[in-house]
């Protein structure tokens, strides 16, 4: 086993024996042309045959998932947030060049407005109510023109990260886990014995044992994103990619998608965007660089991701030698003791 396989930037299929594989495949996925349409949640499912939970709303979002987990290998993150963010403070609009369509009223009833200025709905003092900002800044409600918007919306579609050191293969014990020659981390089902061990060692949280609902496939056994493997056998891109209607989803070469996510990110903070930020492209990182990784207009907390995630089992090599020492040292001081008897 090489010294770093526990972190550090390494080729993952390599890594795994693989001796000439393809490129490693991977996800960008650009939250700020997010919608939530939630196709993509919906297409995961219809390919992977993942059952649902009825999507019943939470009563504290317009989400209905909540969280990945077994029976949701995809999920889109509603973040309603204040005027301001969680600091407080201004924030501008910036035009992002989403589509938008003007409605058959006049000024004061617009929605969607196509011009690339904000909807609005109903004004009746003057000013607007704006609903479904199509700039890009915030979704307004209430407060006349050039007042500061009451929130926005932050929509991502999270999934499996497929991390280049992933501590859910490294702590499997039967070998259900594996890597595949795209870099990519699948569970086999019929291999799995559901012990459970991976679900603690995923440091986001995105692996679980399927407990349900009554007539589901693979009851018992741990869940996740496969990133379509079967359909990258096929020269196929997966289902959520392809379902994607605003491109927020991207597939392809993880190397050249790590290329176009760093100039997406400079073209919007030079647009004015100046929260746009990478998060899990640096191969530097805690888990080696993600296979799947995003374009965020805000702090990872606000959508639910750990700040700066560790592979759990990074030192593992390092606890071992310890270990060993220590065993070294006891049993040679016990020997010490006994021959000093002697």
Not at 177 to 192: A, K, N
Not at 295 to 310: A, N, Q, R, T
Request: proline share 7%; net charge negative; aromatic share 8%.
């Amino acid at each position: 086993m090489a010294r770093n396989s526990f972190f550090g930037p390494i080729d993952p299929a390599r890594e795994a024996g693989y001796v000439d594989p393809p490129s490693r495949k991977g996800f960008f996925t650009d939250t700020s042309v997010c919608i939530g349409c939630k196709a993509c949640e919906v297409a995961c499912k219809e390919w992977n045959l993942v059952p649902d939970e009825g999507y019943d709303l939470l009563g504290m979002s317009f989400d209905n998932t909540g969280a990945l987990g077994a029976n949701t290998w995809r999920h889109v993150a509603f973040v309603e947030q204040p005027a301001g963010g969680r600091a407080g403070g201004d924030r501008a609009t910036v035009n992002l060049g989403m589509p938008a369509v003007r409605s058959p009223g006049g000024p004061g009833s617009d929605v969607g407005a196509s011009d690339g200025g904000s909807a609005r709905v109903g004004a009746s003092d003057g000013g607007s109510a704006r609903v479904g900002a199509s700039d890009g800044g915030p979704t307004r409600v209430g407060g006349s023109d050039g007042e500061r918007p009451d929130f926005r919306w932050l929509m991502s579609s999270d999934v499996c990260k497929h991390c280049t050191h992933a501590a859910c293969l490294d702590v499997c014990p039967t070998g259900s886990l594996f890597r595949t020659e795209f870099g990519t981390v699948v569970v086999q089902p019929d291999i799995c014995n559901g012990c459970g061990y991976c679900v603690p060692a995923c440091p986001y949280g995105v692996i679980e044992r399927r407990k349900g609902p009554e007539g589901a496939r693979n009851v018992g056994v741990a869940q996740k994103c496969t990133l379509c493997y079967d359909r990258l056998g096929a020269g196929m891109e997966p289902a959520c990619a392809k379902a994607c209607p605003t491109d927020s989803i991207q597939f392809g070469d993880v190397d050249e998608l790590r290329e176009r996510a760093r100039a997406r990110a400079e073209t919007l903070r030079g647009a004015g965007v100046s929260e746009a930020r990478l998060y899990g492209d640096d191969p530097n990182d805690g888990v080696g660089g993600a296979g799947a990784f995003f374009l965020l207009l805000d702090e990872p907390e606000v959508y639910g991701l750990p700040p700066d995630p560790v592979v759990t089992t990074r030192d593992l090599p390092h606890m071992f030698n310890r270990a060993t020492t220590a065993a070294v040292a006891l049993f040679l001081g016990a020997a010490a003791v006994f021959v000093g008897k002697r």
